[in-house]
């Protein structure tokens, strides 16, 4: 995010964008309407297709670790139950456009746009700037349902795997080192929050 320093600003712009995006029915835009538990089924299969990938990267007692920790959490009906909508799919700040006064002027790259969670949206915010995703997810509007904080901490525990992937695709080692180590730190550090209520 080109903001030196003016995400807080930022982000009731963000949160009030993020609205209307929410809000467009998929109809307008050529998308068919999905239900969250096709959601859940196509996120449960990434993440089990990325975990075979990463396996052989990952050290043994922690990835088994953050499975056991990511399976009970799509196993959690209570979790997924949701209001899909059109969601961009890949926001976090290198996707933020901010003006010279910190306002938001623009999102960007919108390849992975789609019907989804509207929990994946706020995921990096809430969890890598949580003074801008509290900020931001008050200019929406509060948390839509019971199982939205859960699930953008999910979201945001899987996305280095994304990162190993292309390192694993590209041949590039540290990609894969730095994917592979972000993940069991992130998954690491979800165990020990949602610990004290499995």
């Known amino acids: 995010m080109r903001c030196c320093g003016r995400r807080r ?17 998929p109809e307008f835009l050529g998308m ?13 299969a990434e ?45 976090g700040p290198e996707h ?5 006064s910190g306002d938001l002027a623009g999102v960007l790259d919108w390849e992975e746009a789609g019907v989804g969670d509207p929990a994946w949206d706020f995921a990096w915010w809430l969890q890598a700037s949580p003074l801008v995703g509290e900020r931001a997810l008050a ?22 795997l994304h990162d190993l ?12 080192a730095s994917g592979a180590g972000g993940f069991l730190h992130r998954a690491k550090a979800l165990g020990e929050q949602r610990e004290p209520g499995l």
């Not at 992937?165 to 894969?176: N, Q, S, T, W």
């Open 165 to 176: 992937e292309h390192g694993v695709d590209a041949g590039k080692p540290d990609l894969v």
């Open 47 to 91: 993440w089990v297709r990325l975990r075979d990938l990463a396996e052989p990267h990952l050290e043994r007692v922690g990835a088994l670790e953050a499975s056991a920790t990511i399976d009970s959490m799509f196993d959690d009906d209570a979790t997924w139950r949701f209001a899909t909508c059109v969601t961009h799919g890949d926001l």
């Open 32 to 44: 068919r309407a999905s239900s969250a538990e096709a959601v859940r089924d196509s996120r449960r």
């Open 96 to 100: 933020v456009l901010v003006t010279p």
């Open 139 to 160: 200019a929406y509007g509060g948390i839509p349902d019971a199982g939205f904080m859960t699930r953008a901490a999910l979201s945001f525990v899987l996305m280095p």
């Open 9 to 25: 600003h930022v982000a009731g712009g963000l949160g009030r964008c993020l609205y209307d995006l929410h809000m467009v029915p």
